[in-house]
């Protein structure tokens, strides 16, 4: 069974259908690259795994259990349940400023009492570890770079142990020279079989890193299989035209 199964979800910003009947499924150790140009949908999509955008039909279950079931939503309760098992990392990082690093990492599982202190603090001073941070736990974000603060966001959304992590563009706000050390870390994290599914224009880790590629174009699915093969095969037309899209902008 996968892990994360979405079937025909569909979702409209007033009279802008953005997602036309989706479907995917996500299994255990994928790391799946969601690839389109702008306004395709890849960001409404992810954010709906999640709730954090709600859709208008459509089913989105993870191992069995549904958010959404033909556009009804499971109780508000449940719903937090289901999505508590998934880690989201965004674009803009949306770190608590006034938090040090280590309380951006803690906060939320000490609002939800979910481990005694000893252990969450065992846990993020690992995770801090892990993304190369842990000298930097007692600072605040914005004595960090772009690449650095992209890496606490990681570590915190490790925190509740997800099974799945969901990145939507997570180096597009980095300098281009920062960007290197997050793909590293996500990459590390999908060689520890860590099931992903990351929104990203970066091509290079799609081909190295991925096992499967969705392409998005106005709210559909144009295209998926491995990486690899979409993105160098000369005779897909769609991915070129694809390609040359994203490229020229
Ligand atoms: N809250 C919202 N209200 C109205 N329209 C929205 C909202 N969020 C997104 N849209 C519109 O939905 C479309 C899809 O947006 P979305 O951010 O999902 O695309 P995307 O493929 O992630 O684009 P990008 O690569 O630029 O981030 C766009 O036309 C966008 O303007």
Redesign the pocket.
Known sequence: MPILEVKNIKKS??P?E??KQISFEVNKNDCIAVI????????????SLVHL?ELDGGSVSVNGNYIVKDGVYSKPQQVKQITSNMGMVF?HFNLFPHLTVIENLELAPKLLKQNDSAQTRQLSMELLEKVGLSDKADVLPSKLSGGQKQRVAIARALMRKPEILLF??PT?ALDPELTGEVLRVMKDLAEDDMTMVV?T?EMEFAKDVANKAIF?DK?EIVETGSPVDLLSNPQMERTKAFLSRTLSK
């Open positions: 910003f007033g802008l953005v997602l389109g140009p702008s306004g395709s949908g890849k960001s409404t999509m992810l954010r955008d674009q939507d563009e597009s929104v224009h998005m709210g």
